[in-house]
């Protein structure tokens, strides 16, 4: 029963290299997130998907970038690390396939630690 | 101004005692509030969800909104060491239920 599944849970960065966080969701969910959590900001949106080929931005889009590959999957790609993406990210899920649907089983991955130098 | 505003305590209690986490939020278009618990190194899970103004009970806890006051509450009755965590209130517009805005978190531990 994996639910959410975030790879890797660990990354050290160099300023100016690129990566990219991994989730994968096994509930057949339309609806995928891309959350960063910082100290005494709370979770932060940065893209979501609400279904399978499309993508929004949410509160703080700027320097990343997302695909969503499959209903499956949704990746999140730094493509130049700076020390401000420092931080937690956290991948969800829910069934919702619009944005004006309520969903009360929202679904995070355990987190990617992710640390630029 | 934060959207949302939440105390970041920490705060620290006996076993039993009774827990009250709160926020406060700006925009009238909040429409649905929920609470999250947090355990350390975790993702969040959904504790909690109300829709508009009123009470939502569910065993131990309780969640209140107060939507003339944009402030929101969630209680814990007869606290155990297990509800040791950080909370998170979070809430969403009807017009984009996607973006939900989250406040910082109250660290809480409950000692034995």
């Known amino acids: 029963n994996a639910g959410v599944t975030q790879t890797p849970k660990f990354q050290v960065l160099k300023t100016g290299q690129s990566m990219t966080l991994q989730c994968a969701q096994d509930?057949?969910?339309?609806?995928m997130y891309w959350y960063r959590q910082d100290p005494g900001m709370g979770l932060r949106l940065i893209y979501y998907?609400?279904?399978?080929?499309?993508?929004d931005k949410g509160e703080v889009p700027n320097g990343y970038n997302v695909s969503r590959l499959n209903k499956r999957e949704f990746s999140l790609r730094l493509e130049s690390a700076a020390p401000s993406q420092t931080s937690v990210y956290f991948c969800?899920?829910?069934?919702?396939?619009?944005?004006?649907?309520?969903?009360?089983?929202?679904?995070f991955g355990e987190g990617s630690w992710l640390t630029v130098v | 101004q934060k959207e949302v505003e939440q105390d970041p305590g920490p705060l620290s209690v006996p076993e039993g005692a009774i827990v009250s986490l709160n926020c406060t939020y700006s925009?009238?278009?909040?429409?649905?509030f929920m609470w999250y618990r947090q355990y350390s190194r975790k993702g969040p899970e959904l504790l909690m969800y109300?829709?508009?103004?009123g009470n939502k009970e569910d065993g131990r806890f309780t969640a209140q909104v107060d939507k003339s006051s944009k402030y929101i509450s969630l209680f814990i009755r007869d606290s155990q060491p297990s509800d040791s965590a950080t909370y998170l209130c979070?809430?969403?517009?009807?017009?984009?239920?996607?973006?939900?805005?989250f406040g910082a978190g109250t660290r809480l531990t409950v000692k034995p």
């Open positions: 969800a899920s829910d069934p919702r396939t619009g944005n004006r649907q309520w969903a009360n089983t929202i679904y």
């Open positions: 509930m057949n969910h339309n609806s």
């Open positions: 998907s609400a279904s399978e080929g499309t993508t």
């Open positions: 925009n009238s278009a909040f429409q649905y």
């Open positions: 109300t829709y508009s103004s």
């Open positions: 979070a809430m969403s517009a009807l017009s984009n239920n996607n973006d939900m805005r």
